[in-house]
């Protein structure tokens, strides 16, 4: 008789420890699951911010050739780029009868488009 009591206690605390470590396994493959997708938002953000600084840089490669320019209409309403700029890259259009310049920045398949409405003085 005691020996059946003292199997039954074993055999609970057996079922207790393993459903204990199957409860830790779980809170640390939630955790792991969890810290992967901030790694990843805040990748995202990063990402997010290096496009629309490039497409800044694209605005102000337009500006520069509007006010410096040496070709024609016809050739600054031509699609520039893709510039390669650190992990992305940027691309300009020009068009000349809506006055606006469209600036293109990508960086990892994140983009940003920026457009600016220009007048002539």
Do not use: C
């Not at 204990?20 to 779980?26: D, E, H, Q």
């Not at 102000?60 to 780029?81: C, F, I």
């Not at 990508?106 to 409405?117: A, H």
């Amino acid at each position: 008789m005691k020996n059946k009591i003292l199997t039954k206690k074993k055999s609970f605390v057996l079922i207790s420890v393993v459903i204990v470590f199957l409860t830790i396994a779980l809170i640390g493959a939630t955790l792991v699951a969890f810290f992967s997708s901030v790694n990843l938002s805040s990748r995202n953000v990063v990402d997010e911010a290096k496009a629309l600084y490039l497409a800044e840089a694209g605005i102000s490669y337009a500006v520069n050739l509007l006010r410096y320019q040496t070709g024609s209409h016809e050739d600054l309403a031509k699609p520039k780029g893709p510039f390669y700029l650190g992990d992305g890259t940027y691309s300009v259009e020009i068009n000349h009868l809506q006055s606006l310049i469209t600036s293109t920045g990508e960086v990892n398949s994140v983009k940003k488009v920026i457009q600016l409405q220009y007048s002539a003085l």
